[in-house]
């Protein structure tokens, strides 16, 4: 790696903008501020990927998962390392350029894991969220901290897991916490300084608009937390972010009400931060049906005239359509098993909720699907070429079980314990639905719910993987699997491709190692 070259890299608002000029290159955590995660490259294609081999592997220290998206560009890889590390890697050989390595305090409240999903770019610097709620800019060349803020109470429990997105001259960021009581909010920090330029926070206090659905004072810790990376469109200047259930999870009776914005996708003005609409897709939610999921923009013909469209393919089980100028609700589709819901009313999109059914009692709810979801916060993918949404869903239930709820600062708000169904098959699909009814096109069977998110090419492949190892590439037009390798261990991240020396490759993080492969 040529030392000048790094210190000169700079990666500018202006290429954020337009990734398609560069498409070697993997500029933001979802390829594209459409959180498309698509790479038009097409070397890799349906008749050769049989011949895909490992070209270099990289090995973490960490012990939690690895669930990193990488960055590429300027012929670097930046990844983080679980909890809060950050490392520096030359495409061409997996050699490490710099390292931060973050020293994490004892006693860290998280539910699920100290991990992280990756780190932001713009100008020479790198950003990454903390583990103890920093946020830390570092020196794109040399691995340095320009600044470090904290931006929330660690002993309190709230979490920095996301990858920022970077926009313009400043970095949004995302928190966790909710089952910890939290109050969920949504950052803007200028890119420079390190200056907190706005904070919406997701459940509304006094005055605001939605503070009416919260009982009492139940909105302080409300949770609603925003800890997977939304999208951006810079024509409408909108930021779009999914967020997490109410606090105390699955234990409504302490906050009557519809309880925003939990479990809803928000749009806010990227300067300002103020809300522009709001969709809410479980309203009062009992079950844990956080909205973490990734938004993914398209344009696309409704009903005869061109709109700008969201899809989300929500934990909750239901395909959603929105128009994500106005936030009207279009279409809900049931896309795997749930009995939560009744119906969506098809004119609002507000569900009828199963209230005998599911909601945690003393003899155990059976709920489909779990806590975990039908998806989670793992990548969809999205083909312009095929018009496939692409989503890899888990198919299993649990029994919920009613619990005290006394709210202790910094400790765990839950309402309910949980059973899983004896004997149940649990298993995972990857589902190709059609983009704008939400109908099944196919599937792909696999052993055990997935945790592993999905990467679409221009070479109509569809890569991903599972948590017994297997790393795969199926045929993005009739899912027929065309290529597997075995990595050797849990896959919890998602796959990414770039082009390095005029050669398409695959990265992705299985196991404890970093994984990169290539045509021979």
Avoid at 106 to 126: D, F, Y
Avoid at 282 to 291: A, C, E, G, K, W
Avoid at 317 to 324: G, I, K, S
Wanted: neutral net charge; contains cysteine.
């Amino acid at each position: 790696m040529n030392l000048l070259l790094l210190l000169l890299a700079q990666l500018t608002y202006d290429r954020l903008l337009h990734p398609d000029r560069e498409p070697g290159n993997w500029l933001t955590y979802s390829g594209n501020y459409a959180s498309h995660h698509y790479s038009p490259l097409g070397q890799i294609t349906r008749a050769n990927v049989g011949r895909l081999k490992p070209a270099w592997m990289y090995q973490i220290r960490g012990r939690e998962h690895f669930e990193t998206m990488p960055l590429v560009f300027d012929g670097v890889m930046y990844i983080t390392d679980p909890p809060s590390d950050v490392t520096a890697l030359d495409l061409r050989t997996g050699r490490p350029i710099w390292h931060y390595r973050r020293a994490i305090p004892p006693g860290i409240a998280v539910c699920c894991g100290q991990v992280n999903r990756g780190v932001a770019a713009l100008g020479g610097q790198i950003f990454v969220t903390t583990i103890d709620a920093h946020v830390v800019a570092l020196d794109a060349a040399t691995g340095r901290v320009r600044w470090d803020i904290e931006i929330a109470d660690r002993k309190l429990a709230y979490s920095l897991t996301a990858a920022p997105l970077a926009l313009k001259d400043r970095i949004i960021v995302g928190m966790a916490g909710a089952e910890y009581g939290v109050r969920g909010f949504l950052d803007a920090y200028d890119a420079k300084t390190g200056r907190r330029l706005w904070r919406f926070y997701t459940t509304p206090g006094p005055g605001e608009p939605g503070h009416e659905t919260w009982s009492g004072d139940s909105w302080k810790m409300g949770g609603a937390t925003t800890w997977v990376t939304g999208s951006y469109d810079p024509e409408l200047n909108l930021v779009y972010w999914g967020t997490g259930n109410p606090g105390p999870d699955y234990d409504g009776t302490v906050r009557a009400g519809d309880n925003l914005y939990s479990d809803s996708v928000i749009a806010l003005d990227a300067d300002t931060g103020k809300l522009k609409w709001h969709f809410q897709f479980t309203p009062h939610d009992v079950n844990d049906m956080d909205s973490n999921q990734i938004p993914v923009l398209i344009d696309a013909p409704w009903n005869g005239r061109m709109r700008k469209l969201m899809l989300f393919a929500n934990r909750n089980a239901f395909y959603y359509v929105l128009d994500r100028a106005t936030g009207e609700f279009l279409r809900a589709r049931q896309f795997t098993r749930q009995n939560w819901a009744k119906s969506i009313d098809p004119k609002t999109g507000r569900p009828v909720p199963n209230i005998e059914q599911t909601t945690p009692n003393s003899t155990g709810a059976l709920v489909y699907p779990d806590d975990d979801g039908t998806s989670n916060w793992f990548s969809p993918s999205y083909s312009p070429r095929t018009k496939l949404f692409y989503q890899n869903v888990r198919e299993k239930g649990a029994y919920y079980y009613k619990a005290d709820t006394k709210f202790q600062p910094g400790r765990l708000y839950l309402g309910a314990t949980k059973r899983d169904i004896p004997n149940e098959e649990a298993y995972g699909t990857l589902r190709a639905l059609h983009a704008l009814t939400g109908e099944q096109a196919w599937e792909f069977r696999m052993h055990s719910p997935p945790w592993g998110g999905v990467l679409a090419t221009a070479g109509d492949l569809v890569f991903s993987g599972t948590m017994e190892g297997d790393f795969f590439a199926l045929d993005a037009l009739n899912g027929k699997p065309l290529w597997r390798f075995q990595t050797g261990g849990e896959i919890w991240a998602n796959p990414i491709s770039y082009r390095s020396e005029g050669k398409q490759y695959i990265a992705l993080a299985a196991g404890s190692a970093l994984m990169v492969f290539g045509l021979d």
